[in-house]
């Protein structure tokens, strides 16, 4: 089954957390995995979903105030976490290595790690996705021998209505795999994830190279998230 993850960002404000579970129950599965704000996140264990973290300290237990640890992350119940968002490049410049950091504090401790890559609207114009994927790909797996989950984000789609064709996504996501094969010696999955919807989930699941989608404000909102795990796992 291809893995649906839930970004959550700051969408929720706690309120609206009983309901939006409440609905969720029946299509809880296995292959969902929800990423709430850390201060939310004990609200989500213990369903049939798996659970993430949004980020994670490069660092372990230190004096790093507003921080968290992958180990802390891990002694909580959590399975996964997110890396390298670009949300996260942008506003609180994260490096390619510290997003390394990241992934090696996150498989020390076990947590499945979804590594985000992906191109601004210039680099896109001026034709470097694929070296811009190349870069982050290589530096933020340097060193890493484990199984690491893809999340390509086309940045340059960020408060648009486009949506990338499928050809487009099905050549960059061939692209992504065939490098990490280069890096990694293994085979990995990659995660569709920009402007998801009830609207493009059933165009985009038709791409039979993608394992799945990291969805972002779609998720917040309850009846479209359902809409689209339906599609997704042929509900």
């Given at each position: 089954m291809k893995l649906i993850v839930s970004n959550l960002k700051m969408y929720q404000s706690g309120l609206e957390i009983k309901n939006y579970l409440d609905l969720l129950k029946?299509?809880?599965s296995e292959?969902?995995?929800?990423?709430?704000?850390l201060i939310h996140v004990p609200y989500f264990l213990g369903h049939k979903?798996?659970?993430g973290l949004q980020n994670i300290s490069f660092r372990e237990l230190e004096n790093q105030t507003g921080e968290v640890s992958a180990l802390q992350g891990k002694n909580l119940g959590v399975t996964y976490t997110i890396v390298?968002?670009?949300?996260r490049r942008n506003y609180f410049k994260v490096t390619n290595s510290e997003v390394n950091l990241k992934i090696?504090?996150?498989l020390k401790n076990s947590l499945k790690v979804i590594l985000c890559v992906g191109d601004s609207a210039s680099e896109k114009r001026n034709n470097l996705t694929e070296d811009i994927l190349r870069k982050q790909l290589y530096e933020c797996l340097n060193g890493i021998t484990e199984e690491v989950i893809i999340a390509y984000e086309p940045i340059w789609l960020v408060g648009t209505n486009m949506t990338p064709t499928n050809e487009e996504i099905e050549h960059i996501t061939k692209f992504i795999k065939d490098e990490c094969l280069k890096i990694l010696n293994k085979n990995v999955k990659?995660?569709?994830?920009g402007n998801i919807t009830p609207e493009t989930i059933e165009k985009l699941n038709q791409i039979t190279n993608i394992d799945g989608y990291l969805i972002g404000l779609s998720s917040s909102k309850i009846y479209d998230f359902i809409e689209i795990i339906k599609v997704v796992n042929k509900m």
């Amino acid at each position: 089954m291809k893995l649906i993850v839930s970004n959550l960002k700051m969408y929720q404000s706690g309120l609206e957390i009983k309901n939006y579970l409440d609905l969720l129950k029946p299509y809880e599965s296995e292959n969902i995995v929800i990423c709430p704000s850390l201060i939310h996140v004990p609200y989500f264990l213990g369903h049939k979903f798996k659970v993430g973290l949004q980020n994670i300290s490069f660092r372990e237990l230190e004096n790093q105030t507003g921080e968290v640890s992958a180990l802390q992350g891990k002694n909580l119940g959590v399975t996964y976490t997110i890396v390298g968002h670009h949300e996260r490049r942008n506003y609180f410049k994260v490096t390619n290595s510290e997003v390394n950091l990241k992934i090696k504090q996150a498989l020390k401790n076990s947590l499945k790690v979804i590594l985000c890559v992906g191109d601004s609207a210039s680099e896109k114009r001026n034709n470097l996705t694929e070296d811009i994927l190349r870069k982050q790909l290589y530096e933020c797996l340097n060193g890493i021998t484990e199984e690491v989950i893809i999340a390509y984000e086309p940045i340059w789609l960020v408060g648009t209505n486009m949506t990338p064709t499928n050809e487009e996504i099905e050549h960059i996501t061939k692209f992504i795999k065939d490098e990490c094969l280069k890096i990694l010696n293994k085979n990995v999955k990659v995660l569709y994830g920009g402007n998801i919807t009830p609207e493009t989930i059933e165009k985009l699941n038709q791409i039979t190279n993608i394992d799945g989608y990291l969805i972002g404000l779609s998720s917040s909102k309850i009846y479209d998230f359902i809409e689209i795990i339906k599609v997704v796992n042929k509900m």
